[in-house]
T-cell receptor, first 113, second 115 residues
């Protein structure tokens, strides 16, 4: 079964550093998403992306965050200057059509020290 | 702002018995509801969904019930199996007239099925 893949599985960084989290969505999917889960809290929506632009973003997704689809397969989340509170599990997801179930990757655990 | 609430952080049941996981929501714009299952070190996996035009949807051992007037849904697993042990997330979206791009998740319920 096709799956969403995320790399790396773990990322440790110093506060203030830039990080890029990478995702390869399922190949025929058109809608891409980032969610995150801070330890002990709920999974939270960050951003959705379609047709090479952001379609919706949450309050969490401020100017420090950006997303990009640099080629036909990768979908990246960049955090420009990480803060301690950015430590979380970041999940990439995709679906083929709006309203269809999301397929999630296994996540990148980001630790900001 | 907890628009989707799962008030039971954990649930323990015996193998073969029924597991009932509950979820409440506050946003009346939500019209599509999903349950996801999550094992440690994996991403959430879709389990079953229900549209607000229905009050029940069944898929094998899994049934989701929706009570719109009470803004409540539940997931029934019968019979429960040890492999069902995981965190179960309730999620909702507003597909018509609202945002159909994002899912709003509950905090999850850890289900443990004992052999």
């Amino acid at each position: 079964e096709p799956e969403v893949t995320q790399t790396p599985s773990h990322q440790v960084t110093q506060m203030g550093q830039e990080v890029i989290l990478r995702c390869v969505p399922i190949s025929n999917h058109l809608y891409f998403y980032w969610y995150r889960q801070i330890l002990g809290q709920k999974v939270e929506f960050l951003v959705s992306f379609y047709n090479n632009e952001i379609s919706e973003k949450s309050e969490i997704f401020d100017d420090q965050f950006s997303v990009e689809r640099p080629d036909g397969s990768n979908f990246t989340l960049k955090i420009r200057s990480t803060k301690l509170e950015d430590s979380a599990m970041y999940f990439c997801a995709s679906n083929r059509r709006l309203g269809e179930k999301l397929f999630f990757g296994s996540g990148t655990q980001l630790s900001v020290l | 702002d907890q628009q989707v609430k799962q008030n039971s952080p954990s649930l323990s049941v015996q193998e073969g018995r029924i597991s009932i996981l509950n979820c409440d929501y506050t946003n009346s714009m939500f019209d599509y509801f999903l349950w996801y299952k999550k094992y440690p070190a994996e991403g959430p996996t879709f389990l079953i969904s229900i549209s607000s035009i229905k009050d029940k949807n069944e898929d094998g051992r899994f049934t989701v019930f929706l009570n719109k007037s009470a803004k409540h849904l539940s997931l029934h697993i019968v019979p429960s199996q040890p492999g069902d042990s995981a965190v179960y997330f309730c999620a909702a979206s507003a597909q018509s007239g609202g945002s159909n791009y994002k899912l709003t998740f509950g905090k999850g319920t850890l289900l443990t099925v004992n052999p």
